[in-house]
Structures are given as structure tokens and as C-alpha cells.
């Protein structure tokens, strides 16, 4: 099973993933601060739920959730992931995965880990 993309490593921003590069991280970071969906796309290469949540309309918000979780506010930063229908454990109320799967472990960082 392929392991998907999360949102700061096991729930830590300043831990890094095990796929982690400077040079990615960099990347990812100006996607974040620019609100540029089409950097955070490529970057992501189709990679996990969050490729199939995320998309052009609602990537500022998921921006700025990453911004708060950076900044130390993780209530916030959970709040609206669960707004956008990620890291909250459930799907549409069923108790299937929605960014909770193998791999995400509850975290926050979507360029800590990169498995396919």
C-alpha cells in the first residue's frame, strides 16, 4: 500500500519526513506563500488524498492552514483541514481514511513525505 502525502510529519511542522529535501521543501514553501495551486500540484504529483481534496478553488485556505500549523496554532490549522474534509479520521461520516491513512499518522506537513 502506498504511503500519502502529509501535512507536517506525524503531526510535528518542524519534524521532517522521511522523503524530505531542502530543495523540495523550499519549493513547497513558496507554493505556500504565494498561493500558487499549480506549483503545489506539480510538486505533489497526483500523490494521496489531499491531491483529490485540494484543488484550485480552495488552496488559499489549505495554504493558510499550513501557515498556522507553522506558526505553532494546531487547533486552527485542524480546523480548517477538517473544513476543506482532511485530518479528520472520517469520511463523510463513514469512518473511512480521509487523510488519516497509513503513512499521515494525523500530520501536517503535505511535502514531509512523498511515498507512492
Not at 502506498?2 to 501535512?7: I, S
Not at 510538486?43 to 485540494?54: A, F
Not at 499521515?104 to 512523498?114: E, F, K, L, M, V
Request: proline share 4%; net charge positive; glycine share 14%.
Amino acid at each position: 500500500m502506498a504511503l500519502q502525502p502529509v501535512f507536517a510529519y506525524r503531526g510535528d511542522p518542524g519534524q521532517k519526513g522521511p522523503n524530505y529535501t531542502p530543495e523540495r521543501h523550499e519549493q513547497m514553501e513558496k507554493a505556500f506563500e504565494s498561493n500558487d495551486y499549480e506549483a503545489w500540484k506539480n510538486l505533489m504529483e497526483g500523490r494521496g488524498r489531499v491531491t483529490e481534496v485540494i484543488n484550485q478553488d480552495n488552496f488559499a485556505k489549505f495554504a493558510e492552514s499550513h501557515r498556522l500549523a507553522e506558526q505553532g496554532k494546531i487547533e486552527d490549522a485542524k480546523k480548517i483541514k477538517q473544513e476543506l474534509g482532511l485530518g479528520n479520521g472520517m469520511k463523510n461520516g463513514k469512518g473511512k481514511g480521509a487523510g488519516m491513512g497509513k503513512g499521515n499518522r494525523g500530520a501536517n506537513c503535505p511535502h514531509a513525505n512523498q511515498n507512492k
